[in-house]
Nanobody, 122 residues
Framework: QVQLVESGGGLVQPGGSLRLSCAAS????????MGWYRQAPGKQREWVAS???????NYADSVKGRFTISRDDAKATVYLQINSLEPEDAATYYC????????????????WGQGIQVTVSS
């Protein structure tokens, strides 16, 4: 079993910053693509950013230049640095990790974090 635990959300003023973390733990053999999604009330979940195991990153147009995704494979953790927060960034943020377990090292499983709230308000 592999679990994902997110942290770092909260209430931030417009223009502020915060860093989200998502730590994987358990029977991990390897990590592939790690990413972040978000879902605002009344809207569909949308992709925000992702980072492959080789280090290449991709971002949604709405967050380019403001969000930075990074990962520490030794800690099995993916981060999302969020700067210049806008009211439109308020949402529940979910990490998404493609993981291979020791029980099935050639099979990739797609896991989701429990979600963490980011509120933007003055």
């Amino acid at each position: 079993q592999v679990q994902l635990v997110e942290s770092g959300g909260g209430l931030v003023q417009p223009g502020g910053s915060l860093r989200l973390s998502c730590a994987a733990s358990g029977n991990i053999f390897g990590l592939a693509t790690m990413g972040w999604y978000r879902q605002a009330p009344g809207k569909q979940r949308e992709w925000v950013a992702s980072m492959v195991s080789g280090g290449a990153t991709n971002y949604a147009d709405s967050v380019k230049g403001r969000f930075t995704i990074s990962r520490d494979d030794a800690k099995a953790t993916v981060y999302l640095q969020i700067n210049s927060l806008e009211p439109e960034d308020a949402a529940t943020y979910y990490c998404n990790v493609a993981v291979r377990t020791r029980n099935a090292p050639f099979r990739t499983r797609d896991l989701w974090g429990q979600g963490i709230q980011v509120t933007v308000s003055s």
